[in-house]
């Protein structure tokens, strides 16, 4: 392949990278050693790197491209905006236009009584207002002591103090002083790995009745809100069993606890609805969004509140909250705009009738590869857990994450952008992957697989 030439060569660019750039979740020493790979361009489903390598980016970037790369209606529209109103605040009683005009489209498209929305930059500052909002809406109502909110283990919920705080990722928590007061746990809906010999249903409730046993330990009048993804992300795709939702739902509703859904992920199409919460059936009182509100054009996350909370906490003075993005012209009109396209290409049913089953279809077929021990997907998140031993979904001897980083790389090699969590590889592609790009995205999947099987079985760590 040719080099694109508008730039510095590529080494360059790494030891410039590696000498200013600290990286989210990674180990500074070993992007100095390795260098991360320059991505330069996009377009549709496709990245282009700084050696001209046309990857297919089955990530969405980061779980958030739902319309594809390259779209000039959102850079047309921020164009406009910046020119217009660049920038201006939403506190002290001023507002303006591509605030008010998302506020509204949110809160028609948004279902049940979640008609008010309070912007943030990302999916984390928004968690950081939820964990606020729903002690002060308690406190409102004379119960301030109703304050601790339960989360899962292994659920993501971002990185700020607040959002990781809720988050149940040990490695994050080991760091930095983690987590908060008041922030309680239970385990998550993961069938495929703490099932054992209990049937999806039975174990669905079982983990669902976590809460109850939680809420009952702790007591009532002290729990403000559960908190959860409709289907873990960061956590490896893990989708729960069938009765996992509405058992949550039935114990939400029986004890008086605010139900937090993080949507951050799931809305805006993924899981084939609108919202995750349509899929599975919930009916959250406060909704976390942001990544495909915008699909990753422009930041910009908030928390969408019903009718009940919202009316609460407008009477008893102010909300001593707020960014300085709050409600950011350019990121509100990039995301209407967004909005406007996913509504009228019909993408989330494009998604739920045509391309979500026929990649289900293929995935699912994936689950016959001797490396797989299971395949789930639903509508455009997919998980492939990799095990030695499918009938016993055992687990490698090997440390966990051995055997999922080689195939990451060789996804990597294949010019394929499929993470690794643990040993499970997940895809969330852009909603809009055309059936012609799933069979290379699946082809791709394919030929890593294979070659990571070839690979541990002549090194000996299948097993
Ligand atoms: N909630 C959920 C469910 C998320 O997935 C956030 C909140 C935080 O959003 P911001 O915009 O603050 O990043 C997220 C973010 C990964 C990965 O490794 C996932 C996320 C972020 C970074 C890495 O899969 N999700």
């Known amino acids: 392949m040719s080099a694109i030439t508008n730039h510095l060569p590529t080494a360059q660019l790494q030891a410039l990278d590696a000498a200013h750039h600290m990286h989210p979740f ?60 660049p920038y201006y605040n939403t506190f002290f ?51 301030p002591e109703k304050k601790i909110i339960i989360s899962r283990h292994n659920a993501y919920h ?7 705080s809720l988050g149940g990722m040990s490695g994050m928590h080991a760091q930095g002083g983690l987590p908060i007061p008041d922030i309680s746990y239970i385990d998550e809906p993961n069938w495929y790995a703490d099932g054992g010999d209990s ?44 009765t996992y939702w509405p058992e949550i739902q039935r114990i939400c509703d029986a004890h008086d606890i605010l139900l937090i859904v993080d949507e951050v992920i799931c809305g805006f199409g993924r899981t084939g609805n609108w919202f995750g919460s349509e899929t599975y ?25 019903s009718d009940e909370i919202a009316d609460t906490v407008a009477n008893v003075g102010d909300f001593n909250h707020g960014y300085t993005y709050s409600g950011h012209p350019v990121a509100s009109a990039v995301a209407l705009e967004n909005l406007r396209i996913i509504e009228e290409e019909n993408i989330v049913q494009t998604v739920r009738d045509e391309t979500g089953p026929y990649l289900a279809q293929k995935w699912k077929q994936l689950g016959d590869h001797p490396l797989v021990g299971e395949a789930d997907i639903v509508g455009m998140m997919g998980a492939l857990a990799l095990s030695p031993d499918k009938s016993a979904r055992a687990p490698f001897a090997a440390d966990k ?52 099987y070839e690979k541990i079985k002549a090194d000996g760590l299948f097993k």
């Open 26 to 85: 990674s180990s500074g020493a070993d992007i100095s050693a390795n260098g991360a790979r320059v991505i330069i361009s996009a377009d549709g489903v496709t990245l282009t790197d700084s050696e001209g390598e046309k990857i297919l980016d089955a990530m969405a970037g980061l779980w958030c491209v739902n319309i594809g790369y390259g779209r000039r209606e959102l850079a047309d529209v921020a164009a406009r905006q910046m020119l217009q109103l």
């Open 93 to 143: 009683k001023t507002t303006h236009v591509p605030a008010i005009a998302l506020a509204k489209r949110l809160a028609d498209l948004v279902p049940g009584p979640l008609n008010h929305v309070f912007f943030a930059g990302s999916g984390s500052e928004a968690n950081d207002t939820n964990i606020r909002l729903v002690r002060h809406y308690w406190a409102a109502k004379d119960k």
């Open 158 to 164: 971002g990185s700020t103090i607040g959002g990781a």
């Open 199 to 242: 049937s999806p249903d039975d174990f669905g409730l079982e983990r669902a009745r976590q809460l109850e046993a939680k809420i009952a330990e702790l007591g009532e009048d002290k729990i403000a809100a559960f908190i959860a993804e409709p289907v873990q992300g960061a956590g490896g795709v893990i989708i729960p069993p069938a």
């Open 281 to 305: 059936g919930i009916r959250p009182d406060i909704m976390t969004i942001a990544k495909g509100l915008s699909s990753g054009y422009a930041p910009i996350g908030g928390s969408m509140v």
């Open 401 to 452: 994450g051995t055997i999922g980083l080689i195939c990451r790389d060789f996804c990597f090699a294949n010019n394929l952008v499929m993470r690794h969590v643990g040993d499970r590889m997940i895809i969330s592609p852009p909603l809009v992957i055309s059936k012609g790009d799933i069979d290379v995205l699946i082809e791709r999947v394919v030929k890593s697989l294979d070659q990571t």
